[in-house]
């Protein structure tokens, strides 16, 4: 046999070890770069992006849930976010209808001690209604206090309106405190009270018996009195001008 005949043998696949080492050290270099790390970890973060919206869909948005230690604040205090129950909605509307009456069980057993501050009153009519707070301090009166017609005598206080009673506190200064939420954002607040009968949440009709007139720092020179308080949406309203005018 010729050597003519004789396939010729193939050579094995030689490998280029220069060539691997320098793909390696051009890797190491290109992750050297300062930019290097942010780009490759921004290139991912897109990837991985676009995963997701393939995923869901172009129409659909993800949603995000809250916690209540997460939900923002609106301002209103935990009993006004509370859903009201039905029979707390219907007596409050039901105040909404009725004629603001006086806040006392005989109308006729009460006088106005001090009227409500008004800055279109007279000069006579202003200076009867300021009160001193302290040996520094005089503010014109948010209320009008009632007293005994005759001698100082204690009289039954009565809801205004009908309402939810939401507040029932001892002040060291105002004496004991009943305020009562109704209808169209009115306010009603009773102090200087004494043998207070109602409590937070009660729901009260009009003319119901919620304490007595009793006596207080700020006005001491009153004796047993009321001082009664009507607001509006938070403001001071002279409950003069929506209490029932005619006696008992």
Known sequence: MNDQNKKPSQDAPKTVVGASNANTSAWRKLFSKKWAAPAAFMAAAAIIVTLMWVYQGPDETPTMSTTPDTQATTGTTAEEATTQPAEEEEIIAKSGTETMQWPVA??????????????????????????????????????????????????????????????????????????IKHADGLKTVYQSLSDVQVKVGDEVEQGAIIGKAGRNEVERQLGNHLFFAVYQNGTAVNPSTLLDQQAD
């Not at 503010?139 to 204690?154: C, F, N, Q, Y």
């Open 106 to 179: 005989d109308r006729n057993a009460v006088k106005v001690a001090k009227p409500f501050y008004d800055i279109n009153a007279t000069k006579e009519e202003r200076e009867s209604a300021l009160v001193q707070i302290n040996a520094d301090t005089i503010v014109g009166s948010t209320g009008i206090s009632l007293s005994a017609a005759e001698g100082d005598k204690t009289f039954d206080v009565a809801a205004a309106l009908s309402g939810k009673v939401f507040l029932v506190d001892k002040h060291p200064t105002n004496g004991n405190i009943v305020e």
